[in-house]
């Protein structure tokens, strides 16, 4: 389960594996309509099983909410530095691309992974020092810069 009260509307979603998900975003802006405040993860409640057999995630990309507005506890005290308004910003990138968000996208980083399949490492700490006072990131997805290779010969997203 994965709260959403600090959800604003939802930009796009994916549900699925690399090369076999569906696009669910129009799924989770119907729950939204309705006063959702979580959204289950499960083939079932995300319209079915996309990649029988392989293991799935939800990829989310939202707006949202003013702080103080959220009934998210994990995410209410988060605002980003430089000013704007978003609470949430998730990103994703594949190795050897770049992630660059402007000032004032980000307030702190409370987690993210980096890999493929089923394996996969946490580089916070890597992707922290790339953080801005300002509250801009820009970050190379690079296995070197993020701690080392997680899945050799297999192409990994952060």
Same mark, same amino acid.
């Given at each position: ?25 129009? !799924?989770?802006?119907?729950? /939204? ?9 499960? =083939?079932?409640?995300? +319209?079915?099983? @996309?990649? @029988?057999?392989?293991?799935?995630? !939800?990829?989310?990309?939202?707006? %949202? ?14 605002? @980003? ?29 409370? +987690?993210?992974?980096?890999?493929? %399949? ?8 890597? *992707? ?6 300002? +509250?801009? *990131?820009?970050?190379?997805?690079? =296995?070197?810069? !993020? +701690?080392?290779?997680?899945?050799? %010969?297999?192409?990994?997203? /952060?």
């Amino acid at each position: 389960i994965i709260p959403c009260s600090h959800i604003m509307s939802v930009a796009e979603a994916w549900w699925g594996s690399e090369g076999c998900s569906v696009e669910v975003s129009c !799924l989770l802006e119907r729950q /939204l309509q309705r006063g959702a405040t979580s959204f289950q993860v499960s =083939n079932d409640a995300l +319209g079915g099983d @996309p990649c @029988p057999g392989a293991g799935k995630r !939800l990829c989310i990309k939202f707006i %949202g909410k003013q702080s103080g507005h959220s009934s998210c506890a994990a995410c209410a005290p988060e605002r @980003p530095r430089g000013g704007g308004t978003s609470l949430i910003v998730m990103t994703e990138a594949w190795e050897g691309e770049a992630i660059s968000l402007p000032a004032g996208s980000i307030g702190a980083i409370t +987690g993210c992974s980096y890999g493929s %399949g089923s394996v996969w490492v946490d580089p916070t700490r890597y *992707v922290e020092k790339a953080l801005e006072i300002d +509250g801009s *990131v820009a970050i190379r997805v690079d =296995n070197e810069l !993020l +701690g080392g290779d997680p899945a050799p %010969g297999v192409k990994k997203s /952060l």
